[in-house]
């Protein structure tokens, strides 16, 4: 079964970039046809699409954050990771990475890590 584990610092003080790597065990990020995306929930709010990265390494963002975002992945360790610059208070949220075939579909989500973003 395929299991992600998102790990990284809890807290980041404003304007610095906040890293994240989503390691996947028990299927590889290459295969044919999934998507491999990162999700965040802010207190009290809905979930947000970050963005995503394909089994062949295209990536796309979401609008609202491509400016500040870089995903990426390292096909020999198997693991995903999340960029976010610039960061400000309101960036603190749950971040989640998840794994799916497209749309908003994902059949496997990691356990979510907290950011907080704060001085």
């Known amino acids: 079964q395929v299991q992600l584990q998102e790990s990284g610092p809890g807290l980041v003080k404003p304007s610095q970039t906040l890293s994240l790597t989503c390691t996947v065990s028990?299927?590889?990020?290459?295969?044919?046809?999934?998507?491999w995306s990162w999700i965040r929930q802010p207190p009290g709010k809905g979930l947000e699409w970050i963005g995503y990265?394909?089994?062949?390494?295209?990536?796309y963002y979401s609008p609202s954050l491509t400016s500040r975002t870089s995903i990426s992945s390292d096909t020999s360790k198997n693991h995903l990771t999340l960029q976010l610059s610039s960061v400000i208070p309101e960036d603190t949220a749950v971040y989640y990475c998840?794994?799916?075939?497209?749309?908003?579909?994902?059949?496997?989500w990691g356990q979510g890590t907290q950011v907080t973003v704060s001085s």
């Open positions: 998840a794994t799916g075939l497209g749309g908003d579909e994902y059949s496997n």
């Open positions: 028990g299927g590889s990020i290459t295969t044919n046809y999934y998507y």
């Open positions: 990265i394909d089994y062949s390494g295209n990536v």
